[in-house]
């Protein structure tokens, strides 16, 4: 049976930052919570429940900061919360798209950047480097599979910058993932408390 959520476990679930209006609607297949906050230009997550894994899924649809706010670590803050309440409930996971590659993520009119290819997996999400980009990789790199093994080296993490791009990912919510310890450096490393 799924579980049944609270008010303050869809408020986590969804990553709100404090001062947040959250809308939740419903439709056949999701629970669908979209977040308002002078901080986010779109924030909407979907939480949906896999009956083949018997778990609920969250997917991060859209996350897009207002340029103002670039630099505050509200990715970061907004995954901590999430993950740690999607521990708690139970989920089996957090899914999202990373989009974007390196000439979009230079794009000089700050609200027209997409760099959800690389803010995602330095935030513990995951995925097998696709074929398309691991033949650009230099040939120490070439034995890397997952982009969390990439990112792990600082030439690693230059490659993905500069040759990432467009890739379905994962947070993986079992205790002691590699999600869980990517997540966690980058939060200590900035002293982000949630």
Known sequence: MPRIFDTNDLIELSGAFADSELIVKYNKMAIILEVK???VREM???????????????HNT???IHPSFFGHNLAA????IQ????RRVGAGRITT????NFRTARYPELSQQWVGYWIWPRLGFDADIPAAIKHFLS??????????DLIATPDGMHEWLVHGGEVSLEFDLAEG???????DCYTAERNIRV
Not at 44 to 58: A, G, P
Not at 140 to 147: T, V, Y
């Open 97 to 100: 798209l990373g989009v974007g």
């Open 77 to 80: 803050r907004s995954i901590a």
């Open 139 to 148: 040939a120490n790199l070439q034995g890397c599979c997952r982009i969390s």
């Open 62 to 64: 859209d996350f897009r």
């Open 44 to 58: 909407v997550r979907e939480l949906f429940f896999d009956l083949d894994k018997n778990c609920w899924v969250i």
């Open 83 to 86: 993950a740690n309440a999607a």
């Open 37 to 39: 906050h002078h901080a």
């Open 177 to 183: 993932s590699k999600s869980w310890a990517v997540l």
